[in-house]
């Protein structure tokens, strides 16, 4: 038998086959250890700039503002500074100025022959920042800012007052121009001055550093750091098309994000009267955290909300660890606050409800934050999300229980969220069901047959019995007829999924053919008129009282547009001889007893139990027909549309005490009607 291996071109006899074919006579060219090149200094930044900020278009260029604004900052977050100058220079360079410490001009140990400053600007991993002696916390960890900066600068110019003396070195292109240079004394003055201009080899002859973006960066860590003033200059040629960019500016935040939320919601309107703001911080500086939230109904988009992140004052544009704690905070604070309320509307909430409309902000300082990449636009740091959960759940929990009316609101509005997205996604999936199937009708529909929907008319009538008379008494061709059983939700007061799964309110809106809540289209309504029509009793007034609720919540368009309608059939029967009249209430049936029949000893006076009970014939005569009957329409002016919505809430909330109070305050109007 002969071995398969030696026919298979992975068979141990083609070894030396694969080897000569691997590095065959014909191949293109040699690789050696001349081949491998050893960047050194500062080269490979210029070579592989993504790399380090992240691309050569204009947010990357950007960034070299953002790692030299970062250090200013780090001495003022570290208690060294307390401004900072920001100004823009006519050719294109801008400059930033601290009054901090001043960066060390005295020789490296490691680079005798080098200042601390010089191995700062041409050094990669080279800084103050790795120990934590000099910074508790810091936005430059990897010691690369100020290199990076001056690699990709055309030039870039430091100056430094440090114990009495100016010190001044230029650079360009990372490369220096000459030694450190003593410039003489200057007193008690300190600081550091950075001047650089963006190399157009890297980013473009046209590209250029937009006064605009900057103010806007300068501004973002002004709010970060309430204790630091920002002092922004700007020729004016630089901005005369631009009328938002200020030439002067004093940016100065007392109540830091508070005040930045402020600004970006501006005139919109949020749930809260107050938003939920604060800072704190661990002892020992073992960390802090600042934070604003607020809700909004509108102004942003369909999911109304947005966060933003800081890390010792550096943007993470993609969230972190610090994000999650903060959410954490919130949603697990409003879960609580719901459970001690009973408010069992929650049951249904995610955190998507939560925060698809809240405008917030967060900003940490930490020891050694751990971010995800050298841009650090995400933080990965654990601890974080424990600080922030930590430090922000106590006073979430005591704001809301201070705030109870707020608290309130804002549960409400959380919860219509989850109840909106469970209708979205109920919808949807029938959406899905009628592109494969025709969508059946509720089985228990008497339709009308006009496709039409001008001139047509749904009666929702209480129970089968009372169906049953009505799709007697019907005009086929423009009324039809839908029963409904008992009585349905109070959608007021009941939880989210509740809605959702009630089949009573499934089957009226596919009847009607529209959506409900927000997806409502009044052109998709499949009726001229929705009429509602209950007995003429105390049990017909709540059942036509819940359904009004429904249609004024969850369909207020078909309210307004003035399509609703109630009916009004008859409770009693009066008949004397061959003579018959029908009387709504009692007090019609005395009115007719006296005029129309002299209150005689034989006149019949019969009460109908309910509209079951009723021949098809009396109930078309009496409150179907459209010659006879008569109907009351449901009307919702805009302007006593916030009265409104407190009557309803008042009256179908779970509130007992409001009804209470109403009663107590109404009560007299009843007695004075009954005398």
Same mark, same amino acid.
């Given at each position: 038998?002969?071995?398969?291996?030696?026919?298979?071109?992975?068979?141990?006899?083609?070894?030396?086959?694969?080897?000569?074919?691997?590095?065959?006579? @014909?191949?293109?060219?040699?690789?050696?250890?001349?081949?491998?090149?050893?960047?050194?200094?500062?080269?490979?930044?210029?070579?592989?700039?993504?790399?380090?900020?992240?691309?050569?278009?204009?947010? *990357?260029?950007?960034?070299?503002?953002?790692?030299?604004?970062?250090?200013?900052?780090?001495?003022?977050?570290?208690?060294?500074?307390?401004?900072?100058?920001?100004?823009?220079?006519?050719?294109?360079?801008?400059?930033?100025?601290?009054?901090?410490?001043?960066?060390?001009?005295?020789?490296?140990?490691?680079?005798?022959?080098?200042?601390?400053?010089?191995?700062?600007?041409?050094?990669?991993?080279?800084?103050?920042?790795?120990?934590?002696?000099?910074?508790?916390?810091?936005?430059?960890?990897?010691?690369?800012?100020?290199?990076?900066?001056?690699?990709?600068?055309?030039?870039?110019?430091?100056?430094?007052?440090?114990?009495?003396?100016?010190? *001044?070195?230029?650079?360009?292109?990372?490369?220096?121009?000459?030694?450190?240079?003593?410039?003489?004394?200057?007193?008690?003055?300190?600081?550091?001055?950075?001047?650089?201009?963006?190399?157009?080899?890297?980013?473009?002859?046209?590209?250029?550093?937009?006064?605009?973006?900057?103010?806007?960066?300068?501004?973002?860590?002004?709010?970060?750091?309430?204790?630091?003033?920002?002092?922004?200059?700007?020729?004016?040629?630089?901005?005369?098309?631009?009328?938002?960019?200020?030439?002067?500016?004093?940016?100065?935040?007392?109540?830091?994000?508070?005040?930045?939320?402020?600004?970006?919601?501006? *005139?919109?309107?949020?749930?809260?009267?107050?938003?939920?703001?604060?800072?704190?911080?661990?002892?020992?500086?073992?960390?802090?955290?600042?934070?604003?939230?607020?809700?909004?109904?509108?102004?942003?988009?369909?999911?109304?909300?947005?966060?933003?992140?800081?890390?010792?004052?550096?943007?993470?544009?993609?969230?972190?660890?610090?994000?999650?704690?903060?959410?954490?905070?919130?949603?697990?604070?409003?879960?609580?606050?719901?459970?001690?309320?009973?408010?069992?509307?929650?049951?249904?909430?995610?955190?998507?409800?939560?925060?698809?409309?809240?405008?917030?902000?967060?900003?940490?300082?930490?020891?050694?934050?751990?971010?995800?990449?050298?841009?650090?636009?995400?933080? @990965?740091?654990?601890?974080?999300?424990?600080?922030?959960?930590?430090?922000?759940?106590?006073?979430?929990?005591?704001?809301?229980?201070?705030?109870?009316?707020?608290?309130?609101?804002?549960?409400?509005?959380?919860?219509?969220?989850?109840?909106?997205?469970?209708?979205?996604?109920?919808?949807?999936?029938?959406?899905?069901?009628?592109?494969?199937?025709?969508?059946?009708?509720?089985?228990?529909?008497?339709?009308?047959?006009?496709?039409?929907?001008?001139?047509?008319?749904?009666?929702?009538?209480?129970?089968?019995?009372?169906?049953?008379?009505?799709?007697?008494?019907?005009?086929?061709?423009?009324?039809?007829?839908?029963?409904?059983?008992?009585?349905?939700?109070?959608?007021?007061?009941?939880?989210?999924?509740?809605?959702?799964?009630?089949?009573?309110?499934?089957?009226? *809106?596919?009847?009607?053919?529209?959506?409900?809540?927000?997806?409502?289209? !009044?052109?998709?309504?499949?009726?001229?008129?929705?009429?509602?029509?209950?007995?003429?009793?105390?049990?017909?007034?709540?059942?036509?009282?819940?359904?009004?609720?429904?249609?004024?919540?969850?369909?207020?368009?078909?309210?307004?547009?003035?399509?609703?309608?109630?009916?009004?059939?008859?409770?009693?029967?009066?008949?004397?001889?061959?003579?018959?009249?029908?009387?709504?209430?009692?007090?019609?049936?005395?009115?007719?007893?006296?005029?129309?029949?002299?209150?005689?000893?034989?006149?019949?006076?019969?009460?109908?139990?309910? !509209?079951?009970?009723?021949?098809?014939?009396?109930?078309?005569?009496?409150?179907?027909?459209?010659?006879?009957?008569?109907?009351?329409?449901?009307?919702?002016?805009?302007?006593?549309?916030?009265?409104?919505?407190?009557?309803?809430?008042?009256?179908?909330?779970?509130?007992?005490?409001?009804?209470?109070?109403?009663?107590?305050?109404?009560?007299?109007?009843?007695?004075?009607?009954?005398?």
């Amino acid at each position: 038998m002969s071995d398969s291996r030696d026919k298979h071109p992975m068979g141990k006899a083609k070894t030396a086959d694969l080897l000569s074919f691997t590095a065959p006579d @014909s191949a293109p060219g040699s690789y050696s250890a001349q081949d491998i090149e050893v960047l050194e200094g500062l080269e490979p930044v210029r070579r592989r700039p993504g790399m380090y900020i992240g691309g050569t278009d204009a947010r *990357a260029m950007h960034h070299l503002f953002a790692e030299v604004l970062d250090n200013a900052m780090d001495e003022a977050v570290a208690g060294h500074a307390k401004s900072i100058d920001v100004l823009l220079r006519d050719d294109g360079a801008v400059t930033v100025i601290d009054d901090g410490r001043g960066i060390p001009v005295d020789a490296h140990p490691r680079f005798p022959t080098k200042s601390a400053l010089e191995v700062i600007f041409t050094v990669l991993h080279a800084g103050g920042k790795f120990s934590g002696k000099a910074y508790q916390t810091a936005g430059g960890l990897h010691g690369v800012g100020a290199s990076v900066v001056n690699a990709l600068s055309e030039r870039l110019d430091v100056e430094v007052r440090r114990n009495g003396r100016l010190w *001044a070195q230029s650079f360009s292109r990372g490369e220096p121009q000459g030694s450190l240079r003593d410039l003489g004394p200057v007193g008690a003055r300190r600081g550091t001055a950075v001047t650089f201009k963006p190399d157009p080899q890297i980013f473009g002859a046209e590209a250029h550093l937009e006064p605009r973006r900057l103010f806007a960066m300068a501004r973002s860590k002004a709010y970060l750091h309430r204790g630091v003033e920002i002092r922004w200059r700007c020729p004016a040629a630089l901005v005369a098309s631009d009328e938002t960019t200020p030439t002067e500016a004093v940016l100065k935040f007392p109540n830091g994000l508070a005040d930045h939320l402020t600004e970006i919601m501006g *005139a919109r309107a949020a749930i809260t009267a107050d938003m939920f703001s604060g800072r704190l911080a661990r002892e020992a500086g073992a960390g802090s955290v600042e934070w604003a939230i607020a809700w909004t109904g509108a102004g942003f988009g369909d999911d109304d909300g947005f966060f933003r992140s800081y890390c010792n004052t550096i943007p993470t544009p993609q969230g972190g660890t610090h994000e999650q704690g903060f959410r954490a905070a919130i949603a697990k604070g409003l879960k609580a606050h719901a459970d001690l309320v009973g408010d069992k509307r929650f049951a249904n909430v995610i955190p998507d409800d939560v925060f698809g409309a809240a405008a917030g902000l967060v900003s940490v300082f930490i020891r050694d934050p751990e971010f995800q990449g050298q841009t650090k636009d995400k933080l @990965s740091s654990p601890d974080a999300a424990r600080l922030v959960e930590s430090l922000v759940r106590d006073p979430f929990d005591h704001w809301l229980a201070g705030k109870p009316k707020e608290a309130e609101k804002l549960l409400g509005f959380v919860a219509q969220r989850a109840e909106d997205r469970l209708r979205r996604r109920k919808e949807r999936e029938v959406a899905r069901a009628s592109a494969t199937r025709k969508l059946r009708l509720p089985g228990k529909l008497a339709d009308c047959t006009r496709d039409d929907a001008m001139g047509t008319e749904i009666f929702l009538v209480e129970g089968d019995s009372a169906g049953g008379s009505a799709k007697q008494a019907r005009d086929r061709d423009t009324q039809a007829v839908l029963p409904l059983r008992g009585k349905i939700l109070n959608v007021q007061s009941a939880a989210a999924g509740k809605l959702t799964g009630n089949q009573e309110l499934s089957d009226l *809106a596919l009847a009607l053919g529209v959506a409900s809540g927000k997806a409502f289209d !009044l052109d998709k309504l499949r009726y001229e008129r929705v009429i509602i029509m209950t007995d003429a009793d105390v049990d017909g007034a709540h059942i036509a009282a819940l359904l009004i609720t429904f249609f004024f919540k969850e369909m207020p368009g078909l309210v307004r547009a003035g399509r609703l309608f109630l009916a009004q059939p008859p409770l009693f029967r009066l008949s004397l001889g061959a003579k018959s009249v029908y009387a709504r209430d009692e007090a019609e049936r005395d009115r007719l007893a006296r005029e129309m029949f002299k209150n005689s000893p034989k006149l019949e006076i019969g009460r109908f139990k309910g !509209l079951g009970e009723m021949m098809p014939q009396q109930l078309r005569e009496t409150t179907m027909a459209r010659k006879s009957r008569t109907l009351a329409r449901v009307a919702l002016p805009a302007e006593e549309l916030p009265d409104a919505e407190n009557l309803v809430e008042t009256l179908m909330g779970k509130r007992a005490e409001l009804r209470f109070r109403f009663i107590q305050d109404n009560a007299r109007f009843v007695d004075a009607v009954d005398a």
